[in-house]
C-alpha cells in the first residue's frame, strides 16, 4: 500500500507546464511535504477519511471578479470527484465556497449524480465558520487560498484577492483546535494547508514566496495549516490521487476516479462558465493543461490501482 | 532550453505500476532512478541523452540502436518491452537528425522490432534504399555467442562507422559473464547476442552510447553496480544456468548515459520527448494513435507481455491504455515547454 501510494504521490507531482508560469517548483512543494509525513500523503490523507460514517466538509471555489467570475475549473472537479467517493463509502458530504462558485458546483455534482449538499459562505463570517467546524467531522481544502503570514489571501502572481474570496482560516484553525480532520490540498504554496511547511519552503525555494509582489511583504506561502498536507501538480489531480487511496484501502477500484469522466468534466465545467486558471480562458483545459492530458494522468493514477488489486500472477523465469 | 521539463519527463517515466503481489520487485524504480542519478551529476537523464545525441549525430550518420529481451520457451519472439522504445528511438533521431538508425536485435527477436518500427510509420528497408531515402531504418539480427558477436560486431562497425549506439531493455552481462532475468534467471553468453560487445566497441572507438533499462540487469547499468545490488531483491543473489549461486544480476556493462524508467520503453518514449524539446520539434514525439498500432503490430509479431506472459499489447503489466496515455502527457510537456503564456491576473 505505501509503495503504491507512493508511486501516486509521484505521479501527481510531474509538471505539465507552460513557459511563463511559476516552473520547476511542484517537486519541491512534494519533498517538503513527504518530509513533514511519516507516510505517502495520498495514504495520509485516504486513512484520515477512510472510517466509518463521518460528516465531511470540502472547501473550494476561486473566482477572480471580471477574470474568472464563476471560478476557476481547478478545484471543483477535485471536490466533486471526492465527494461521489466518499458519499459511496457512506460520509455526508457538504462542499462550502463562495456565492459565485455555487452554480457550477452544483452542476458538477448534479452531473456526476452525487447526492452531496453546497453551502454557502457569508463573506469573512466567523461565526458561520465556526458552527461548521463545530458541524463536520472532517474538513479538506481543494484549492483554496490560505492566509499567508500577515493574514492575507494572494493569487500564484501575488495579487491580493482579500476583496472578494472568503478568508477560511477561522473555519481550519477552529476544526483543529476541536480535534477534527483537516486536509489541505494545494499545488502552489499558496493554499489552505501550506502552513504546515511554509518555513521548509522559505528555505528550499524563497523564490516562489514571492515576497516583493505582495504589497504586504509577507509573501503567497499560506501561514495556515492542516493536520495532513497533499500537494499536486494541479489541486484536482491530488484530490483524484487521495480517492484513489481510499479505493486501494477499501479494495475496490469504483471509488476511484476515470480518465473519461475526467475529460468530459472539462466540457460540462466550460458548459457551466468556469476557467481555465493558467490562461483565464473558458476552455477544456485546467491550469493549463489540456483536457486529455489529465485524462490521461487519471488513467495512469486509476491503473496504479487496478494493478495493486490484481491478483498474483505467476512468471517462471 | 532549461533541463526543468526533462526532469519532469524523468519523473513521469519512472512512475512505477507494479502488481500489488507476485515475484516482481515492487518499490525499486524511484531508487534505481535516484543511483543512476546521483551517478550522472544530478542532472535529468532524459536530458542528457537527448543532448549527447544531438551532438554525436549529423545527417546522414549512422547509429546502432540495440534491443530485443526474452528467451525461449516463455519469450519466444521476445517482450514487449524494448522493441517500441528502440522504435520511437529510432524515428525520433530520423526525424530529429536525419540519423539512419540500425536496429539490432536477436534474429528470434526481430520480427517484433520490424514491426514496431512499421508501426510507428518507419519503413524497414534494404541497404541500397536505406541509404537514398529518410523515414526508413535498416534491420541487422546479431548472432548468438561470444565469437560469432565479435564477427558482428567487427562487421558492423567497420561497414557503418556508427556515431553512436543506443541498448533499449538490452541485457548485459554480469560481473561473471551471465546475462540474467530480472528474476535472477542466468543464461550463457551462447542463448543471447552478446550486446556488449558492441559497448565495448563503441568505447574503445570513442562514439556515444546510452542505454536504457528499468531493472538493473540491462546494458547501462554498470554504473551503479552497487546500488543494484542494494536495492534489487536478486542484486547479490543470481541462479546460474547450471543451477548453481551467481554473483546478481546487475550488468558490469556502462554506456556513458544510463536512462532507468519504469518500463524500458517509456525510457526510449522520453529521450524522444526530451529531443523534441531541445529540436524545438514536437513531431520528433510519436502520437498516441502511432503509439497504439506500435504496440499492436509488436504483439502481432510475437512480442509477450513481461507480467501476464501473454501476447497483448501491455509492457512489464502495464496496462493498455496506460501507453497511449503516456504519450499524450510527454507531448503536452513537449508542446508546453515551447509556449509561453501570460496571465494578466
Avoid at chain 1, 158 to 165: K, S, T, W
Avoid at chain 2, 247 to 264: F, H, I, N
Wanted: hydrophobic share 40%; proline share 6%; net charge negative.
Amino acid at each position: 500500500m505505501q509503495i503504491a501510494c507512493d508511486s501516486i504521490d509521484r505521479l501527481m507531482m510531474v509538471e505539465i507546464r507552460q513557459r511563463g508560469a511559476n516552473r520547476g517548483f511542484k517537486w519541491t512543494l512534494y519533498e517538503a511535504a513527504r518530509a513533514a509525513s511519516d507516510k505517502p500523503l495520498v495514504l495520509a490523507a485516504a486513512e484520515a477519511l477512510n472510517g466509518p460514517p463521518m460528516k465531511v466538509g470540502i472547501v473550494t471555489g476561486a473566482a477572480v471578479p471580471d477574470h474568472m467570475p464563476a471560478g476557476e475549473n481547478d478545484g471543483p472537479f477535485g471536490a466533486v470527484v471526492l465527494a461521489r467517493t466518499l458519499v459511496a463509502i457512506g460520509h455526508d458530504v457538504e462542499i462550502w465556497t463562495d456565492p459565485e462558485c455555487a452554480p457550477p458546483i452544483e452542476g458538477l455534482l448534479k452531473h456526476l449524480r452525487v447526492p452531496a449538499r453546497v453551502g454557502i459562505f457569508r463573506m469573512n463570517d466567523e461565526a458561520q465558520q465556526r458552527q461548521i467546524a463545530a458541524d463536520r467531522d472532517a474538513l479538506v481544502a481543494i484549492e483554496r487560498l490560505g492566509g499567508n503570514i500577515n493574514g492575507h489571501l494572494h493569487g500564484i502572481n501575488g495579487r491580493v484577492r482579500d476583496a472578494f474570496r472568503t478568508k477560511v482560516d477561522v473555519l481550519f484553525n477552529t476544526a483543529r483546535e476541536l480535534g477534527k480532520v483537516t486536509i489541505g490540498i494545494g499545488d502552489g504554496g499558496n493554499e489552505v494547508g501550506f502552513g504546515k511547511i511554509r518555513e521548509e519552503l522559505l528555505r528550499r525555494a524563497p523564490e516562489h514566496n514571492q515576497p516583493d509582489k505582495t504589497p504586504c511583504g509577507g509573501g503567497i506561502f499560506s501561514a495556515l495549516a492542516t493536520d495532513i498536507l497533499v500537494t499536486a501538480t494541479t489541486s484536482n489531480i491530488g484530490a483524484y490521487g487521495v480517492a484513489a487511496a481510499i479505493a486501494m484501502l477499501r479494495g475496490d477500484v469504483s471509488l476511484c476516479h476515470d480518465g473519461a469522466e475526467e475529460e468530459a468534466l472539462h466540457y460540462v465545467g466550460v458548459g457551466l462558465n468556469l476557467t481555465d486558471g493558467g490562461g483565464g480562458g473558458q476552455v477544456p483545459v485546467c491550469d493549463g493543461i489540456p483536457a486529455a492530458a489529465n485524462a490521461a494522468m487519471v488513467t495512469l493514477i486509476k491503473s496504479v490501482v487496478q494493478r495493486f488489486l490484481d491478483p498474483p500472477r505467476a512468471r517462471p523465469f | 532550453m532549461d533541463e526543468i521539463t526533462c526532469h519532469n519527463i524523468d519523473r513521469l517515466i519512472t512512475v512505477e505500476m507494479r502488481a500489488g503481489q507476485g515475484e516482481i520487485p515492487r518499490g525499486v524504480i524511484h531508487r534505481l532512478y535516484e543511483a543512476a542519478r546521483a551517478a550522472q551529476g544530478d542532472r535529468s537523464l532524459t536530458f542528457l541523452a537527448a543532448d549527447g545525441l544531438r551532438k554525436a549525430l549529423k545527417r546522414g550518420d549512422h547509429v546502432l540502436v540495440v534491443t530485443g529481451a526474452g528467451t525461449p520457451p516463455w519469450l519466444p519472439f521476445g517482450e514487449t518491452d524494448g522493441p517500441p522504445g528502440a522504435a520511437a528511438v529510432a524515428r525520433a533521431l530520423d526525424i530529429g537528425l536525419g540519423a539512419k538508425p540500425i536496429l539490432i536485435a536477436e534474429e528470434r527477436n526481430m520480427g517484433p522490432v520490424v514491426a514496431s518500427a512499421e508501426g510507428i510509420g518507419m519503413m524497414v528497408m534494404e541497404e541500397e534504399h536505406f541509404a537514398k531515402r529518410d523515414g526508413c531504418a535498416l534491420s541487422r539480427p546479431m548472432p548468438l555467442g561470444l565469437e560469432p558477436g565479435r564477427a558482428f560486431t567487427k562487421e558492423i562497425f567497420e561497414r557503418f562507422n556508427p556515431k553512436a549506439v543506443i541498448f533499449v531493455e538490452k541485457g548485459g552481462p554480469n560481473a561473471e559473464g551471465f546475462y540474467n532475468s530480472l528474476l535472477g534467471t542466468g543464461r550463457s553468453r551462447d542463448m543471447m547476442a552478446n550486446a556488449d560487445l558492441l559497448a565495448e566497441e563503441a568505447k574503445k572507438r570513442g562514439i556515444f552510447t546510452v542505454g536504457v533499462g528499468d531493472g538493473g540487469n540491462e546494458i547501462g547499468f554498470g554504473k551503479c553496480v552497487e546500488a543494484i545490488r542494494e536495492i534489487q531483491p536478486f542484486g547479490r543473489v543470481s541462479k546460474r544456468p547450471d543451477g548453481s549461486q551467481g554473483v546478481g544480476v546487475a550488468t558490469v556493462t556502462e554506456t556513458d548515459v544510463l536512462v532507468a524508467a519504469s518500463v524500458s520503453n517509456w525510457g526510449g518514449y522520453g529521450i524522444a520527448a526530451a529531443l523534441a524539446c531541445l529540436q524545438g520539434n514536437p513531431e520528433i514525439l510519436h502520437s498516441p494513435s502511432d503509439e497504439i498500432r506500435m504496440m499492436q503490430r509488436c504483439v502481432q509479431a510475437g512480442a509477450v507481455d513481461g507480467l501476464f506472459c501473454r501476447p497483448i499489447p501491455l509492457a512489464d503489466g502495464t496496462g493498455e491504455a496506460v501507453q497511449p496515455a503516456m504519450i499524450i502527457i510527454l507531448q503536452d510537456m513537449v508542446q508546453m515547454s515551447l509556449r509561453t503564456v501570460k496571465r494578466g491576473f
